[in-house]
């Protein structure tokens, strides 16, 4: 019988505290027990023995619990809430799972900690230790379910550790991993007010004030959190389609002439993977993201030849020119030029792309402007470097994801649109005569038909909680702190033997990407060959063996005919100078005989 | 100055025990101190008092923390890790957010609590006795983020009461919520093997396990988990189009024929919103989703026009014949037949559509069939229920939400694809170029390329936890409480005095559709416009009487010609008897003077 006849027995609501010390209420103390199906037990003598340990106190706050030593062994997912007397059980097992995680955080904050450890997928498929990752038909006990939470952390990597700087979204925000347990917690979606009114406040106060910092008119403009900037971009393009061509929504794309979309050449690689372990090497580089215009424009119907790519200059800038002589082809090939994304932070170079001078060419052919500000968009909030954003007032919608530079957890990406209405009339399927006529209430608080999707997970409060906690200002002084970082990093390396950098000047935001040049390449003549395949392997050789050691993580790709190096991104609030110290002497130690 | 050049002071590490008590460490004792700046706050005499308040004990574990009161009135986020020395503020603060969140748990289970508290949103706009929800410049103390956050809880809608029916997404599963704050604090994204070793592994093998259950052929096959089922539904017709018409993903809609996609006319209604409140009558109906392949439809460039709504039998499900007749017709007006939904578990009727007789016509006409199980899913993991899938392990794809019956939070929803390598095949933006030729690792561990997302939520380790703590079975056992549940809300009011049900027969789900009469409308002429409409305003005016006094939540809308009525869905692992008895004495309580 799954539901228990025999409930866990707790020894009452006492309000106790340890003898001599803080304030301390517990309400039980759970014992081994052997006998799951044994007659009352655990009631009654544990319950004595308790008020002999504890001494009771008056507290003028909600019962609180202690967490005490519990044996989990004979306890099950079935003896928790909501089965009757299940409090106790269920407090103890979540006290049990904060105290893993807090160990967890605290470990991850401590250099002496390792980013990883590495096993190969078949070492872990294969169980290590006992860790076994397949489902069965019958229940683990609760102490197995707490080894397999220790299990999951340990084979995992350390994203919040100072020294992890392998993705866009590095870091732990304490306020933010608050935020997000408060949610999980909560269990609402963002669909109706009626279901999360609080959150669907949230959401619309904070869009609100990310669009005046963006600069458009007050008062105007829309705007939704999204799973993700891939998705954001999604809705820019559908967006986008339906101003210009609003009959496609009924239609389809027949309705509208041959469409296209302007994108950088430069916003299509975001990560990559490299891995050299034991006998093998394996290298593998994923240019599989940012094509999120190009997937956006497969996804929609559009093709993805009809994504034009635009030449960057040297720093990976979109050149307007380019961007208007390829908007004349296209129209001289009688197709509609519809959409251009400016990126504002590539995600390899970091490169700004010169919004003005885009926007001047999106007016004159009366075409979308877009903004992938996914990346880039924490500086926005940064009075020193948001110049680099100059335009950004002049375009139809925004991409930005407070989950990378701005530290939320993941997921937290917000599409901004200037025009108000048109975000729902993209996606909404109102049936108009199941509306009643005399309807009062104000749906613009319901986001649900805005939305593709249906239910929508809340991403909103760990952000509006973090912009309680820091303020405006914290997220300015973080953005500056991470971009003083790089800096620290590009004069440490520019000049220094052995690196070579991507491209030349100061970064514009914190990417800094470069080579190393081992000992015995240097001085090879740099477009032979051989010396091309060398370097080209010297990034991933490094990385494998970084990942084995796991001391730090950072990633690398090659970018165009450039062959395989380093991007450094700085977004980690850990990180500090001595980090950066620490991730160039790893680089020289691991490199040195390469 | 953001960044504390004089952070909180910690007492050491030591290893403490209250006496007398259960073991329980503490590595400091933080007191207010209202000068933020001074030097040496909080330092030397606090941890000489501390070691006169515990004596210390050897652990052979981790060192312990213990919750001790705090006060946070004088502390910030920037004094939290990565502060230097923000160990002990950073565990203390989130060991008194675990506090009030467990105590948030314990009282959404206790049925003496109230399942929301309701308030307009010019009442919360304008901050509820200090709640203010505006952002600002600068930060705001920890202790007024306590406040905050108990604040969010206290306004919101307690979706695990064992009262609340409103949603298909109801209750708080422990093992799942514990999952949740897992997986925040690991923060990583499921992009790659790399960030997500053990993530990754276990969404392919719980993936794989779910293809067991529909019924594949093993080793076959492939999935994804996405953020929700309207996504999930996306990703099936796209795959769809992809597999025949491969040319659309690289030339748009204009390489294929014009393409018709089929669903029910059934499907469209997901939710429903009721307010009267004070002296306004609110009443609006939300008939926006589950257009969800109708909102494909219309995002992927089809057209909402060329998706057909298929007729359905008095019990909501699709008739077979009504769908080749419309396909014979399309196929007579030179378009192409693509893609058939067949859902399993409506959502207003819980019905099933006919799988098999459905999977016939679509061999026959060389059709996709894509079987939407978001809210049906979890009958797949009964014995007793799951003939009503029969026929799935013919589907090309399936959509099932373990967020919804299984009681998984939100959100947690996969697509499942029959054929392996079409899924990648669809999204892939691969540029081989830069794929070495002597890769050797073996990328299926790589899921970032297959989906239309790029950083991807874990939206697993919760679902594999909940499986592995309740196994197969304890899944099973709350489906079919479920449905035994239900069936007794059907067995207690289908010939009871002042009610009607919506369609006859035993519910396939847990959907129990039903109008309540006042006694005012009881002998009318039921085809009266007058009945009609006064019926029309019943559950609507109850509904809004049950949210200001808070006691339970259902949804209701209308269907077609049919006016408001109830849609009671039980998926809530808390309910009881006694808690559909509360529900029908309230609605009674509420109804009896309409």
Chains 1, 2 share one sequence.
């Not at 530290?407 to 049936?431: D, F, T």
Request: proline letters at 5%; a neutral charge.
């Amino acid at each position: 019988d799954y539901w228990p006849k025999q409930p866990v027995s707790i020894s009452g609501n006492q309000t106790c505290s340890p003898t001599h010390a803080a304030p301390c209420n517990t309400i039980g103390f759970l014992q081994k027990n052997n006998s799951l199906g044994e007659e009352g037990r655990l009631a009654g003598s544990l319950s004595e023995r308790q008020k002999n340990l504890f001494s009771c106190v008056n507290s003028d706050r909600d019962a609180r619990f202690c967490r005490t030593e519990t044996d989990f062994s004979n306890m099950f997912a079935r003896d928790l809430l909501p089965a009757k007397n299940g409090e106790e059980a269920t407090m103890q097992f979540l006290l049990e799972l904060v105290d893993i995680l807090t160990n967890y955080v605290r470990k991850s904050f401590d250099r002496s900690t390792k980013v990883l450890d590495f096993h190969h997928p078949h070492q872990l498929l294969e169980g290590m230790e006992g860790f076994n990752l397949e489902l069965s038909d019958q229940p683990e006990s609760l102490e197995q379910i707490l080894v397999d939470c220790r299990d999951t952390l340990k084979y995992g990597v350390r994203t919040g550790h100072p020294r992890f700087f392998n993705q866009l979204s590095t870091g732990l925000d304490i306020i933010g991993l608050a935020g997000e347990w408060l949610t999980s917690t909560a269990n609402t979606n963002m669909f109706t007010y009626e279901i999360a009114p609080v959150f669907v406040l949230m959401e619309q106060l904070t869009l609100k004030k990310m669009r005046e910092i963006i600069g458009w008119p007050p008062g105007e403009g829309d705007g939704i959190f999204s799973p993700g900037g891939a998705i954001s971009n999604m809705y820019s393009v559908m967006i986008a389609r339906y101003k210009y061509f609003p009959e496609v929504k009924t239609k389809g794309m027949s309705a509208a002439p041959r469409l296209v979309l302007f994108t950088s050449e430069h916003v299509q690689i975001l990560n990559s993977v490299g891995f050299k372990l034991f006998k093998f090497l394996y290298f593998l580089v994923i240019p599989q993201s940012h094509y999120s215009i190009k997937k956006a424009g497969a996804a929609l119907g559009f093709g993805s030849e009809n994504v034009v790519l635009l030449s960057t200059d040297e720093r990976g800038r979109v050149i307007p020119a380019d961007l208007e002589a390829k908007i004349l082809d296209v129209k001289q090939k009688g197709y509609h030029p519809l959409f251009v994304n400016a990126t504002a932070g590539s995600t390899v170079y970091g490169a700004f792309d010169p919004i003005n001078e885009i926007a001047d060419i999106c007016e004159k052919y009366n075409m979308w402007l877009h903004v992938d500000g996914a990346w880039g968009g924490g500086l926005l909030m940064s009075r020193k470097h948001r110049h680099k954003f100059s335009g950004v007032e002049r375009a139809n919608s925004v991409t930005w994801n407070p989950h990378k530079m701005m530290g939320v957890p993941l997921q937290c990406s917000a599409i901004l649109v200037r025009e108000k209405g048109i975000l729902a009339g993209c996606n909404s399927m109102c049936a108009g005569y199941l509306f009643q006529p005399d309807k009062q209430y104000d749906v613009s608080y319901d986001t649900g038909d805005k939305a593709i999707q249906c239910g929508r997970h809340v991403d909103i409060f760990k952000f509006w909680l973090m912009w309680k906690a820091k303020g405006t200002i914290g997220f300015e002084q973080h953005i500056d702190k991470c971009l003083d970082l790089s800096q620290y990093l590009y004069d440490k390396i520019r000049n220094r033997e052995g690196y070579e950098m991507v491209f030349d000047g100061v970064p514009q935001h914190t990417n800094v990407c470069f080579w190393y040049i081992p000992p015995s390449l240097r001085g090879m003549e740099h477009n032979s060959k051989e010396y091309r395949e060398k370097l080209h392997k010297v990034a991933p050789n490094i990385k494998a063996m970084m990942m084995e050691s796991g001391t730090t993580m950072v990633g690398y790709q090659p970018q165009g005919q450039k062959v395989n190096f380093f991007r450094m991104v700085i977004s980690n609030p850990a990180a500090l100078q001595s980090d950066i110290d620490f991730l160039i002497d790893e680089i020289e130690r691991l490199g040195r005989d390469l």
